[in-house]
């Protein structure tokens, strides 16, 4: 790589996110392969069960429905999808993917990275970010 090209960027996705919202994860997958060659592509998921969140507001996520019965057991096939096709795969207990997300940009290493998520929290992370209004 010379001194001029800009060192691919670490690619985070919010993986529960990706599957809540589209059955065609993989494909979509596929197209960052696409989309960013020679970029890390970290795919992160929210663990199973309660998270901090749930301890700071008891009604955190009181409204949402539950996730649908049949996505389910789609979980652990889409996790081992991500890991065969040589993606980093995030679980991290009692914290959900969009917080991983942002502790990862907000750490201070990353310079260069791309956050890909269509959920509402990640879009309030990121304006916390960049101290967007």
Same mark, same amino acid.
């Given at each position: 790589?010379?001194?001029?090209?800009?060192?691919?960027?670490?690619?985070?996705?919010?993986?529960?996110?990706?599957?809540?919202?589209? =059955?065609?994860? &993989?494909?979509?997958?596929?197209?960052?392969? *696409?989309?960013?060659?020679?970029?890390? &592509?970290?795919?992160?998921?929210?663990?199973?069960?309660?998270? =901090?969140?749930?301890?700071? =507001?008891?009604?955190?996520?009181? *409204?949402?429905?539950?996730?649908?019965?049949?996505?389910?057991?789609?979980?652990?096939?889409?996790?081992?999808?991500?890991?065969?096709?040589?993606?980093?795969?995030?679980? &991290?207990?009692?914290?959900?993917?969009?917080?991983?997300?942002? &502790?990862?940009?907000?750490?201070?290493?990353?310079?260069?990275?791309?956050?890909?998520?269509?959920?509402?929290?990640?879009?309030?992370?990121?304006?916390?970010?960049?101290?967007?209004?």
């Amino acid at each position: 790589m010379s001194e001029n090209t800009p060192a691919a960027p670490l690619v985070l996705v919010d993986g529960s996110s990706y599957l809540y919202r589209a =059955f065609h994860a &993989i494909s979509m997958l596929r197209r960052l392969k *696409q989309d960013y060659p020679g970029s890390v &592509i970290a795919v992160v998921f929210d663990a199973k069960g309660k998270t =901090f969140r749930d301890e700071l =507001f008891s009604e955190y996520k009181a *409204q949402r429905p539950p996730m649908p019965d049949d996505m389910r057991p789609q979980i652990e096939p889409i996790h081992n999808i991500v890991r065969a096709m040589g993606m980093p795969l995030l679980v &991290i207990e009692g914290v959900e993917a969009d917080d991983v997300m942002g &502790i990862l940009a907000t750490n201070g290493t990353l310079d260069n990275f791309i956050l890909i998520s269509p959920d509402k929290d990640m879009a309030q992370i990121a304006c916390r970010i960049y101290d967007l209004k």
